[in-house]
């Protein structure tokens, strides 16, 4: 069984420049949450994706947008970066999306805005 | 804001047991306790779960109290390797429609 994976492990960008990050969601799993962590802190929820629709969203700009695909996999896009957007982004996958569905993380991609 | 507090910072002697407490004082009755952990940035590992029994699994033992208003991770034998921060999580659906909401966490440091 194959967990969740991420790509690419680290980016560099320019401020203003556009990223798209990729999560593969574990064999099964037809849910993943993102997720952006800065350094010292938790995991902050950007949104998740269930069945290929946003399920919730957190408290992050429009700018932060993203898709899930058919084989449940996902991408996170950021537009018009900026230097706080520097971070750790988590991709989550479940079962489902409820509250009882264990979250299993990938390694992350770490994003530095310059 | 998340519904759990826990000690910034924590110390343990290798081999012996790290107990990680956690206060959520607040829980409803469908929502779980959750323990994950992160190692120097990489993506948090699971742990554990429980909604009002005690589990344990390979990893480690979850104590929930019969009020459900905390808890404790046990490590029966902290490693060197243990040495994570620890992050306690009560499932819940919040108005942005997420489940897990994390905190700071404990840091705990496992010492030779």
């Known amino acids: 069984e194959t967990g969740v994976t991420q790509s690419p492990t680290h980016l560099i960008k320019t401020r203003g420049q556009q990223v798209t990050l990729r999560c593969s969601s574990q064999s099964g799993h037809n849910t993943v949450s993102w997720y952006q962590q800065a350094l010292g802190q938790g995991p902050q929820f950007i949104f998740q994706?269930?069945?290929?629709?946003?399920?919730g969203r957190g408290n992050f700009p429009p700018r932060f947008s993203g898709l899930q695909f058919p084989n449940y996999s996902s991408e996170l896009n950021v537009n018009a970066l900026e230097l706080d957007d520097s971070a750790l982004y988590l991709c989550?996958?479940?079962?489902?999306?409820?509250?009882?569905?264990?979250?299993?993380f990938g390694p992350g991609t770490r994003l530095t805005v310059l | 804001d998340a519904k759990t507090t826990q000690p910034p910072s924590m110390d343990c002697a290798e081999g012996r047991a790290a107990n990680l407490p956690c206060n959520h004082s607040?829980?409803?009755?469908?929502?779980?306790v959750y323990w994950y952990r992160q190692i120097h940035s990489q993506g948090p590992q699971y742990i554990i779960h429980g909604l009002k029994n005690n589990e344990t699994n390979e990893m480690a033992s979850l104590i929930i109290t019969e009020d459900r208003k905390s808890s404790t991770l046990i490590l029966p034998h902290a490693t060197l390797r243990d040495t994570a921060v620890y992050y306690c999580?009560?499932?819940?659906?919040?108005?942005?429609?997420?489940?897990?909401?994390f905190g700071p966490g404990t840091r705990l440091s496992v010492l030779p």
């Open positions: 607040t829980i409803s009755g469908n929502e779980y």
């Open positions: 994706y269930y069945r290929e629709e946003e399920n």
């Open positions: 999580i009560v499932s819940t659906r919040d108005n942005y429609g997420q489940n897990f909401v």
């Open positions: 989550a996958s479940s079962l489902g999306g409820g509250i009882t569905d264990t979250q299993y």
